[in-house]
Structures are given as C-alpha cells and as structure tokens.
C-alpha cells in the first residue's frame, strides 16, 4: 500500500486527473517518494530546519499608501463585471 | 562588414556608446540573426520589434549615451514579468497573462537603457532540465538540433549561443542557468541567493530561486551583475550586502587562492570528457598559483532528495494562485470547485501537476515531519557542509553536469530528469553563488561546462576565477 | 447544574493607512477593486513587504493584553482554495505569534474574573466575496478585493468564559482597549472587529462537545448565539442526545444557530514558513518603548472612578469605556470636582442630547465653564438639583449660559420667607386631610406636604426653606 493518496492530494491541491493520467502520475510520484526514503539515513537530531538563510533580515516599509493597479489594468486580464466585481462560479455544489 | 551579432555585450555597449555603431543599426542586425535561425531553435516566446525599434530610435537620439546597457538588445526568460508583455511561464495557465508591472531586474535593465527584445521559452514554471517541459514547443540546442538545450532557462541559453541576442536573463532554482548555459556552451551566473531582487520573478521555489545573466564570456555576466544586483525594498528576502564593481576587479590576480574540489562529486558516475575538462580547468587554476585542496562534502547526495522535497513543497503553495478568477486561463464548472479544479488540471503541465501533487503530499498532515521538515533539516547539514568547506577555501570547482546535453524526446523518466542536476541543486540548497563556464566539446561536439561555486557573496572572486578559467 | 464553556476568537483590524504587505489603502466602502496591487491580488511574481505600523500596533495592544511579545516571531502560509484568497494561501504567523500568554481582566454584576488569552499574532485579511441571493442557488459570486491585505490581529481567548454576559463583557472591553490605543476601531459593522465562539456545555467536570459559531455581526448577536447554543445543547444532552461538533451560522433573524450547509471539506492547511518573509525580530528595546506609549486603559480607569469617585459600576463603565466620554468628564471634574454630580449629568442630560441630536461628545458645547457655573448655581441653592438638569438641557440647546436662563427664566429658588409662607399656608389649606394625619401624629405626611409645596413653586422654591417653615405652621396648627 502506497502512503500516497492520490485523491486525497488531487483534492487539496485543486486537481482533478482523468483516470490514465492519474494511474500514469502515481506511478512516478510513488518512485520519487521511494527515492526519498534515503534521507531517513541521515541523523538530524537537535537540527535546526533551514528555511532562511543567516544574511536575511526583515526590513520594514512605512505605512504609506500608493497608488495601485486601476481598473483599466485590471480589464487587461479579467472582464469586470457588475459595479467592477471579479466574477467566479457559484462556491457550493457537487 | 563587422558582424556585430558576434559581439559581446561588454563590447558592443562600448561602440554603441563610441559612436561606431547605432542602437538600430545593432538591433537589427540582431532581429535579422533571429529571423535566420529562429526557426530551427524557437529560442522566443515573445518577441516585440515595434516596440524594441522604437525604444532603439529613441535612444539613437539621445545626445548623452548613459547607462551601463545603452542600446543593448536582452532577452529575458519568460517566467519574469514585463509590463505590458504577456508572461506565460511556459505554461499554458498564463496563457494571455498580461504584465502589469516590471520585475525589479528588468527595471534595472531598462534604467541603464538596455532594450528588452523578447521573452525567451523555459520549461514550464521552470520546472525542468531541458526546456521540453515548455507547454508551447520545446527549443533546440544551436549546437547541434537534435539535442536540448537544458532547462529550465534553455531559451534564454539557446539564444545567446545562436547569437540571436549578446546578453539574456534566466532563474535558476536548482541548476536552470547553469546546466543549460553548459549544455549551449556559453555562461550561466547564479547569484547568492538574496544578491538579486525575485520581486517580478513567477515563484517556483521562493527560498531557492535566484535571477541571473546568460553571456557569452564572464565579462559580461559581470556587467549584468552589476546592473541586477542589490537590496531591493520589494523583496524581503534582498540582503544588503556591498556591491562590489564586478567589471573592475574582473582582472586581477588570483595566485594563492585556495580552491576546493570535491571528493564525492567523484562517487557519481561522470561523462570522461567532463572529467577531463574539469581537471584541466583545475590545471589552469594551478598555473595561475591557486593551491588545489580536496575537500569534502560528506552530505552531498542527499541534496537531490531534499531539494525535491522542499521545492516542489514550496511550489504547491506558490502556483495555488493559478485559479482562473483574476488572469490566466480559464477553463468552466457547474460550480467553483469544479471550476478551479478543470482550470488547474488542464492548464498545468505533467511534470508541474506532479510536482503540485509531491509538494502538496510533503506538506500534509501526517507527512510534514517526515517529508518538508526533515528535507528542510538536511537542507540544514547540507549548508553546514559548505560552510566547513568554505573555512577551507575561497572557491569549490566541479563539473556543471555529469553529462553533455541529451536528445529530444530521448526517454527519460522524471527521477532520470532530475539527476541531471546532482551537481548544481546542493548550491542552491545553500544559497551559494555559481557560475558555469565553457571548457571545451566532447566527441560529438557537445559543449562542456565546468562550475565554480564561490562564497557567500563573493561574486567577485568567483568571477575573478571563472575569468581566469574561461577559453 | 450545567455549566457553559467559552472560548472567542476575535479578528481585530488594525488601523494603518495601508495594507499589510503592500502600499493600498485600508478605505472602507471604496469602489470595489479600485485599492488592489500586484501584491494583494497575487499577480504572478508579487512579493509581501511587512508594514511597520502593523507590528507597532500589534505589539502595542499585546502589551495592553498582558501577554509576552516574542522578540522572534515567523510568518507562516496557511494554505486553501477559496476566491476571495487571491493567492491560494493566507499569510498569517503560526508557530511562534507576536503576543503570547496574556489575559483581561473583566468586571460583571460586581465580580472580577481573569480571561486569559492564549495567544495574539498578526495576519493578512482576504477580499470579500458577495453572493447575490442564496449562497447555494446563485450561478455566481463577487469579488472585491479591495480588504485582500488589510492588517488584522487575531486574539485567541483560552476557554475561560463561563456566560453570555462574560462573553459580551471581554470584546466590551477589548474594543474599549483598542479605541484607547487608537489601534482599532473596533466597529463591528464595518468589519473591524470580527468574532468566532467556540461553545460547550458540560454537567459536572466532563468536558462537553465544542461548537463552533460564526456570522456574529454584533456583540448582541454575540449573546444571543450563546443563550441560543446554551439552551440547545443542554436540552440535547437532557434528553439524552449527542451534541454534535460542527461549525453553526447564527441566524440575526430568528436568533437560532443553524449547522452550516457546506460539503464536509478537507481541513489540511499544510502551514509552513512563509519563504518571502524573513522571521520578525524586534528589540527590547522597542517593546519597551511602545509600553510606555500606552496610555491609562479603560479597566483601569474605570476602577479608579469606583474607587477615588464612588460612581456607580455602571457610570464608571460608561465613561471609562469611551475614550471621548472619559476625557471630557476628566477635564471637567479637574475644573470642577464634583465628580458623582458630572457624572450624574453626563449619563443622563448629556447623552439623551446625545442620542437625539447623533452628535459626537468632543462637539457639546456645555464645557467646564458652563459646568462649573451650573454647578455653583446648585451650590449657593440659587436653583435646585432638579432645576440644574433643565438648565443644563435648555442650554446646550440654545447657546445660552446657564445663569442667563435662570435669570431670563425666572428659575432661581424662592428663598423669600414671606412668599413662602403664603403657598404653605395656602397648600395647608387645600389638604386638611394631611393637616389632620399629621397633628394626629403620621409625621410621613410631611413630604406629601414638601411636595405639594414644590409644586406650587413650580420646583422653584428652596426645599431645607420649605421645609423649615412648614414644621412651624403645622406648630402653630396644633396650639
Ligand atoms: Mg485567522
Ligand atoms: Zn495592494
């Protein structure tokens, strides 16, 4: 039994694979994950993980306000609808 | 007649600016190398000539010829937003994307007067070793077009080594400037991570991709540098650390400085001819008065797994934005998940869903120790390596990749893909600086490149060295 | 006995002129979509960059919590689809918050009761998404991104709260806080201050099942889904049911809560650090610096008026609590002393003037000169307590000083022994019966007398004067 659930993370990540492609996906995905149970030989006790490197510092911005994206901008990508609403299908259903 | 295609950057910036040849004139002669080969290559996503020619026009006016780019034609990856031109990624799902602002990098460029010709194709959200990934066409290595280019930045090489442009942009998240510049045979510098502003950049991996120069010599990897690098307010994850005038100290000598090669880059299998070109580099090194030092980076193969861990994780949080309601492709539903899910499904890519898919499994419940978080450790020991290594010396040699580029379509499963970067994703992990120059063909004529890894930072010793190096 | 246990979780805006991690105005009700940026609609290459009024605010009403700032604390993503998210994942800090382990002290019908809250940290607000007609039936939904990166700051309660009044109480109270500190406004309705419950019911020590509660509009409605819950699942667990865990929409109109409709999703926010935000590390020295920067708070305030003023917990609570209200009836006691009789004033005179005319406290024009004026009227008894409040309504109606109305008016107190004496002898008179009781010894009658007295006077006339001579003619009655 894989540990990887397809459906499960299809679900999660906002995917939906027909079945071919889905029976194709999982076959590479379960060999990388095997592929990855190599890092169990390394010993990371008491290690910090790395997500930023020790020269990154936070600077802060000042509360300032300026001009954004106007409207016409916008309609360069997305039709605006109503009083310049974005517009997206209906949230609940199934 | 001068050919100015075969030009440098440096140099032509430099007639541009001494009257001996126009910016029209320059651009031209690049948009007619372009028609030529383009073709054959498909190096381009995007190319604007109006726009590009009258950018030229308006710069030929001008009395002073200022900027560190003026008149210069460049080609940026298409994973990097230009205002007004569609960036697509490579992707299908950003397909009629309009840019509403300018990356950072490319405001850089633009203030130093360069010119943006056209946006160059890329694996898929970068994600790829061979530019085959892209969603539009795949783009052919100038060496030989039966081959890749390598990838993700391939277009971006590809067009310089077809003299189809002197300078271009390309990222590199786990090797994309780097294996590609080897396999078209020019330069490919990835800057320290926080050296160069991501801001306009399309994440891939946002704790790992870097911006870099595309060039014919380090010279003009130099040049770019200098007019990319630096803290920028818009990215958080700038450092602001000195700039340093990469041209100026590109010259100097480099005798007694102690560089690194390391011993487990030998435990992986390496193409001969890759092996030969690194120890002549290495020779040459030692004719300069470099001390060669083995050393070690005991946790060197574990790189890949992390790295494919972490990235992809990253990944998955970084291309949820993709979701048809704001820009991009759209695709339609009885109701919103079912939109978002068709949307997304159809729009990404094989290899870009799979990675979703890894990245979204690395960082669920039940997983997230055992996946991200341990990756995120090793990636820990990993930096921990080089930080032992670089007590040691001021600069590491190895191979870019442990074979010349391969062919089209030549069948590889994605895990076979992603050994092709073993030697530039432990760099990345790090957050080091690299750069890979040429150094030579192998039998079938396939160029070679040997990489130099520098301090944190010290992008100028390591170009100093990869000058020194460079045929 | 069945005992109810609360915990809230309350999203407070924090009042900075741009979002958190981009340069868009806060406005509120602008034109939809018209204060978005690259950043907050998640262009493709946007990067966050941190607000440093957010942290100033945040630390600040951390510290008015009693909780300890971390010197070190890291932006997390918590990630999820919905449209009004505009990058698929909500910034937001996670493992370690800006505040930590504090508590409010609250005050209900005269008790003291710590709530201690778990932890405060700062985050991105999301756009907003309308729906025309039922959420379920309508083809489409709306989205206006203009509160996508609006700066909020979560405070998570432990489950100390033990009533709905508890529970009113504290988001009375930390509404109040953050008015004092000037970083929130608070306002419900505008979406500034938005509040979860989470709710079990429970007979003897075993814990109940949690409930949680959402679309709370108002601290009223707040109540109401809490007597409303607390009702429906002791009745559950009395009739031997189950109280099922879930998440319930309070329902304005009927005053129900009603179990969510949604299709059972995956709850899997796969949070991680946040890659584009280095981790937030703040000086000591700048916690310090804010701490010094907080003024007086309402409980506090509050406590002193009970204590040094004697004011009713009520009136205490009713200025402290409004910044405006304190600072005006502070500046006029400091001119007048007095403070039980201002307060008196204020809460009744002032705020019905206030209720009728919609007006702002900063803009009555009765100041403390007119307060002190008013106030020696009563003192050298040239008008009566009674007197005063109508001085008071009539001029800050008209303009006119209070002494110029009880001159133009007539009202001053009729201290006139003579005139007095007639409309005693008068009101004698006319109520024998009284006159009768009080000779036959029923001295209470007395203030039947008082006040037939005043009447006559039209409240005019000086009350200890009246008093006074009314026990003489009712001496002479009886010789
Ligand atoms: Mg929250
Ligand atoms: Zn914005």
């Given at each position: 039994?894989?540990?990887?659930?397809?459906?499960?993370?299809?679900?999660?990540?906002?995917?939906?694979?027909?079945?071919?492609?889905?029976?194709?996906?999982?076959?590479?995905?379960?060999e990388?994950?095997?592929?990855?149970?190599?890092?169990?030989?390394?010993?990371?006790?008491?290690?910090?993980?790395?997500?930023?490197?020790?020269?990154?510092?936070?600077?802060?911005?000042?509360?300032?306000?300026?001009?954004?994206?106007?409207?016409?901008?916008?309609?360069?990508?997305?039709?605006?609808?109503?009083?310049?609403?974005?517009?997206?299908?209906?949230?609940?259903?199934? | 007649?001068?050919?100015?295609?075969?030009?440098?950057?440096?140099?032509?910036?430099?007639?541009?600016?001494?009257?001996?040849?126009?910016?029209?004139?320059?651009?031209?002669?690049?948009?007619?190398?372009?028609?030529?080969?383009?073709?054959?290559?498909?190096?381009?996503?995007l190319?604007?000539?109006?726009?590009?020619?009258?950018?030229?026009?308006?710069?030929?006016?001008?009395?002073?010829?200022?900027?560190l780019l003026?008149?210069?034609?460049?080609?940026?990856?298409?994973?990097?937003?230009?205002?007004?031109?569609?960036?697509?990624?490579?992707?299908?799902?950003?397909?009629?994307?309009?840019?509403?602002?300018?990356?950072?990098?490319?405001?850089?460029?633009?203030?130093?007067?360069?010119?943006?010709?056209?946006?160059?194709?890329?694996?898929?959200?970068?994600?790829?070793?061979?530019?085959?990934?892209?969603?539009?066409?795949?783009?052919r290595?100038?060496?030989?077009?039966?081959?890749?280019?390598?990838?993700?930045s391939?277009?971006?090489?590809?067009?310089?080594a077809?003299?189809?442009?002197?300078?271009?942009?390309?990222?590199?998240?786990?090797?994309?400037?780097?294996?590609?510049?080897?396999?078209c045979?020019?330069?490919?510098?990835?800057?320290?991570?926080?050296?160069?502003?991501?801001?306009?950049?399309?994440?891939?991996?946002?704790?790992?991709?870097?911006?870099?120069?595309?060039?014919?010599?380090?010279?003009?990897?130099?040049?770019?540098?200098?007019?990319?690098?630096?803290?920028?307010?818009?990215?958080?994850?700038?450092?602001?650390?000195?700039?340093?005038?990469?041209?100026?100290?590109?010259?100097?000598?480099?005798?007694?400085?102690?560089?690194?090669?390391?011993?487990?880059?030998?435990?992986?299998?390496?193409?001969k001819?890759?092996?030969?070109a690194?120890?002549?580099?290495?020779?040459?090194?030692?004719?300069?008065?470099?001390?060669?030092?083995e050393?070690?980076?005991?946790?060197?193969?574990?790189?890949?797994?992390?790295?494919?861990?972490?990235?992809?994780?990253?990944?998955?949080?970084?291309?949820?934005?993709?979701d048809?309601?704001?820009?991009?492709?759209?695709?339609?539903?009885?109701?919103?998940?079912?939109?978002?899910?068709?949307?997304?499904?159809?729009?990404?890519?094989?290899?870009?869903?799979?990675?979703?898919?890894?990245?979204?499994?690395?960082?669920?419940?039940?997983?997230?120790?055992?996946?991200?978080?341990?990756?995120?450790?090793?990636?820990?020991?990993?930096?921990?390596?080089?930080?032992?290594?670089?007590?040691?010396?001021?600069?590491?040699?190895?191979?870019?990749?442990?074979?010349?580029?391969?062919?089209?379509?030549?069948?590889?499963?994605?895990?076979?893909?992603?050994?092709?970067?073993?030697?530039?994703?432990?760099v990345?992990?790090?957050?080091?600086?690299?750069?890979?120059?040429?150094?030579?063909?192998?039998?079938?004529?396939?160029?070679?490149?040997?990489?130099?890894?520098?301090?944190?930072?010290?992008e100028?010793?390591?170009?100093?060295?990869?000058?020194?190096?460079?045929? | 006995?069945?005992?109810?246990?609360?915990?809230?979780?309350?999203?407070?805006?924090?009042?900075?002129?741009s979002?958190?991690?981009c340069?868009?105005?806060?406005?509120?009700?602008?034109?939809?979509?018209?204060?978005?940026?690259?950043?907050?609609?998640?262009?493709?290459?946007?990067?966050?960059?941190?607000?440093?009024?957010?942290?100033e605010?945040?630390?600040?009403?951390?510290?008015?919590?009693?909780?300890?700032?971390?010197?070190?604390?890291?932006?997390?993503?918590?990630?999820?689809?919905?449209?009004?998210?505009?990058?698929?994942?909500?910034?937001?800090?996670?493992?370690i918050?800006?505040?930590?382990?504090?508590?409010?002290?609250?005050?209900?019908?005269?008790?003291?009761?710590?709530?201690?809250?778990?932890?405060?940290?700062?985050?991105e607000?999301?756009?907003?998404?309308?729906?025309?007609?039922?959420?379920?039936?309508?083809?489409?939904?709306?989205?206006?991104?203009?509160?996508?990166?609006?700066?909020?700051?979560?405070?998570?309660?432990?489950?100390?709260?033990?009533?709905?009044?508890?529970a009113y109480?504290?988001?009375?109270?930390?509404r109040?806080?953050?008015?004092?500190?000037?970083?929130?406004?608070?306002?419900?309705?505008?979406?500034?201050?938005?509040?979860?419950?989470?709710?079990?019911?429970?007979?003897?020590?075993?814990?109940?099942?949690?409930?949680e509660?959402?679309?709370?509009?108002?601290?009223?409605?707040?109540?109401?889904?809490?007597?409303?819950?607390?009702?429906?699942?002791?009745?559950?667990?009395?009739?031997?049911?189950?109280?099922?865990?879930?998440?319930?929409h309070?329902?304005?109109?009927?005053?129900?809560?009603?179990?969510?409709?949604?299709?059972?999703?995956?709850?899997?926010?796969r949070?991680?650090?946040?890659?584009?935000l280095?981790?937030?590390?703040?000086?000591?020295?700048?916690?310090?610096?804010?701490?010094?920067?907080?003024?007086?708070?309402?409980?506090?305030?509050?406590?002193?008026?009970?204590?040094?003023?004697?004011?009713?917990?009520?009136?205490?609570?009713?200025?402290?609590?409004?910044?405006?209200?304190?600072?005006?009836?502070?500046s006029?006691i400091a001119?007048?002393?007095?403070?039980?009789?201002?307060?008196?004033?204020?809460?009744?005179?002032?705020?019905?003037?206030?209720?009728?005319?919609?007006?702002?406290?900063?803009?009555?024009?009765?100041?403390?000169?007119?307060?002190?004026?008013?106030?020696?009227?009563?003192?050298?008894?040239?008008?009566?307590?009674?007197?005063?409040?109508?001085?008071?309504?009539?001029?800050i109606?008209?303009?006119?000083?209070?002494?110029e109305?009880?001159?133009?008016?007539?009202?001053?107190?009729?201290t006139?022994?003579?005139?007095l004496?007639?409309?005693?002898?008068?009101?004698?008179?006319?109520?024998?019966?009284?006159?009768?009781?009080?000779?036959?010894?029923?001295?209470?009658?007395?203030?039947?007398?008082?006040?037939?007295?005043?009447?006559?006077?039209?409240?005019?006339?000086?009350?200890?004067?009246?008093?006074?001579?009314?026990?003489?003619?009712?001496?002479?009655?009886?010789?």
């Open positions: 039994m894989s540990k990887f659930d397809i459906e499960k993370v299809e679900r999660l990540a906002g995917l939906k694979l027909k079945d071919d492609e889905r029976e194709r996906i999982k076959r590479d995905i379960d990388i994950i095997n592929y990855f149970d190599i890092l169990k030989e390394v010993d990371t006790d008491g290690i910090d993980p790395l997500v930023y490197t020790k020269w990154t510092r936070l600077t802060l911005r000042n509360d300032e306000v300026h001009t954004g994206l106007t409207l016409e901008e916008i309609k360069k990508n997305r039709k605006l609808f109503g009083n310049n609403f974005f517009r997206v299908r209906r949230i609940i259903g199934e | 007649m001068m050919d100015i295609t075969k030009l440098t950057a440096y140099e032509t910036v430099k007639r541009i600016k001494s009257g001996e040849i126009g910016v029209k004139e320059t651009l031209l002669s690049y948009l007619k190398k372009i028609e030529e080969r383009e073709d054959l290559i498909k190096t381009f996503i190319i604007d000539r109006d726009r590009a020619i009258k950018k030229a026009e308006e710069l030929d006016q001008l009395e002073h010829k200022e900027g003026f008149g210069l034609p460049v080609a940026i990856k298409d994973n990097i937003n230009v205002y007004g031109y569609e960036a697509t990624a490579g992707s299908k799902i950003l397909k009629g994307y309009v840019s509403l602002y300018d990356a950072s990098v490319v405001e850089s460029i633009k203030r130093e007067n360069g010119i943006i010709l056209g946006k160059t194709n890329c694996d898929e959200f970068a994600m790829g070793s061979s530019t085959e990934n892209s969603a539009f066409f795949p783009t290595n100038p060496v030989n077009l039966e081959y890749v280019p390598g990838g993700s391939g277009g971006s090489a590809a067009c310089v077809a003299e189809e442009v002197a300078i271009a942009i390309g990222s590199d998240t786990g090797g994309s400037i780097r294996e590609p510049a080897a396999f045979g020019v330069v490919g510098l990835k800057p320290t991570y926080g050296r160069v502003s991501r801001y306009g950049l399309i994440a891939f991996a946002s704790s790992l991709d870097v911006i870099g120069p595309l060039s014919k010599d380090v010279r003009d990897a130099a040049l770019m540098l200098n007019v990319i690098a630096g803290f920028d307010a818009h990215d958080e994850t700038t450092v602001d650390i000195k700039v340093d005038d990469y041209l100026d100290i590109l010259e100097g000598n480099i005798k007694g400085k102690k560089i690194g090669v390391i011993k487990e880059v030998m435990d992986f299998e390496v193409q001819e890759l092996k030969d690194l120890e002549s580099s290495i020779q040459k090194l030692k004719g300069e008065g470099c001390e060669i030092l050393i070690s980076i005991p946790y060197l193969k574990y790189a890949l797994p992390s790295y494919y861990i972490i990235a992809p994780s990253e990944a998955s949080s970084n291309l949820a934005r993709f048809g309601v704001r820009y991009g492709y759209e695709s339609d539903g009885a109701y919103l998940r079912e939109f978002y899910e068709n949307t997304r499904t159809e729009g990404f890519g094989d290899e870009v869903k799979r990675r979703i898919l890894i990245g979204t499994f690395a960082l669920s419940e039940g997983y997230f120790e055992d996946y991200y978080l341990k990756a995120s450790k090793v990636r820990r020991i990993i930096e921990m390596d080089f930080e032992n290594a670089f007590e040691q010396v001021d600069a590491l040699i190895l191979p870019t990749t442990a074979t010349t580029a391969f062919k089209l379509n030549e069948k590889k499963s994605p895990l076979e893909m992603y050994m092709t970067d073993i030697f530039t994703i432990p990345n992990l790090a957050g080091l600086p690299a750069i890979s120059v040429p150094a030579g063909t192998d039998k079938a004529g396939l160029p070679v490149g040997v990489q130099l890894v520098g301090k944190w930072f010290e100028a010793l390591l170009l100093r060295i990869a000058h020194h190096i460079e045929e | 006995m069945y005992k109810p246990t609360i915990g809230l979780e309350i999203h407070l805006q924090l009042m900075t002129e979002k958190i991690f340069s868009c105005s806060t406005e509120f009700a602008a034109k939809p979509n018209t204060h978005i940026c690259p950043v907050c609609i998640g262009l493709p290459g946007a990067l966050p960059v941190l607000n440093e009024k957010v942290i605010y945040g630390v600040m009403l951390g510290i008015a919590l009693n909780c300890t700032i971390n010197e070190v604390s890291s932006f997390y993503r918590k990630n999820y689809f919905y449209p009004d998210l505009p990058k698929g994942y909500q910034i937001t800090q996670y493992a918050p800006l505040a930590k382990d504090g508590f409010l002290e609250i005050v209900t019908e005269n008790q003291r009761k710590m709530i201690r809250i778990e932890k405060a940290h700062i985050e607000d999301s756009g907003k998404s309308i729906h025309t007609g039922d959420i379920t039936e309508s083809e489409y939904s709306f989205i206006d991104f203009n509160r996508s990166g609006v700066p909020l700051m979560e405070i998570v309660t432990y489950p100390d709260i033990e009533s709905p009044d508890e109480e504290f988001l009375n109270l930390l109040s806080i953050a008015r004092y500190l000037g970083v929130s406004t608070g306002d419900m309705e505008k979406g500034a201050l938005r509040c979860d419950v989470n709710i079990s019911v429970s007979k003897d020590e075993v814990m109940g099942t949690k409930v509660i959402k679309n709370l509009n108002s601290f009223r409605s707040v109540k109401r889904a809490l007597e409303y819950e607390i009702k429906r699942q002791t009745k559950l667990i009395e009739e031997g049911r189950t109280v099922v865990k879930e998440t319930r309070f329902d304005e109109k009927d005053g129900t809560t009603k179990a969510m409709r949604t299709k059972e999703e995956l709850n899997d926010y949070y991680f650090p946040e890659p584009d280095p981790p937030l590390i703040i000086s000591g020295d700048f916690i310090e610096e804010i701490g010094q920067r907080i003024p007086e708070l309402p409980n506090q305030k509050m406590r002193r008026f009970i204590e040094d003023y004697s004011l009713s917990i009520d009136y205490a609570r009713s200025i402290a609590y409004v910044p405006s209200f304190s600072k005006y009836f502070e006029i001119f007048t002393g007095k403070p039980r009789e201002v307060a008196n004033f204020i809460m009744v005179n002032i705020s019905n003037y206030l209720n009728e005319t919609g007006k702002d406290i900063e803009e009555v024009p009765f100041g403390k000169e007119e307060f002190k004026e008013l106030l020696d009227l009563i003192d050298s008894k040239i008008i009566s307590l009674n007197i005063a409040k109508n001085v008071l309504d009539d001029s109606r008209s303009g006119k000083s209070p002494s109305i009880v001159r133009e008016k007539g009202l001053s107190q009729v006139d022994e003579d005139t004496r007639s409309m005693i002898v008068e009101v004698l008179k006319e109520n024998e019966m009284q006159v009768r009781q009080y000779l036959a010894g029923k001295t209470k009658v007395i203030g039947f007398l008082v006040g037939a007295v005043m009447k006559k006077s039209g409240g005019k006339a000086n009350p200890d004067l009246v008093n006074k001579i009314l026990l003489k003619e009712l001496e002479t009655l009886r010789q």
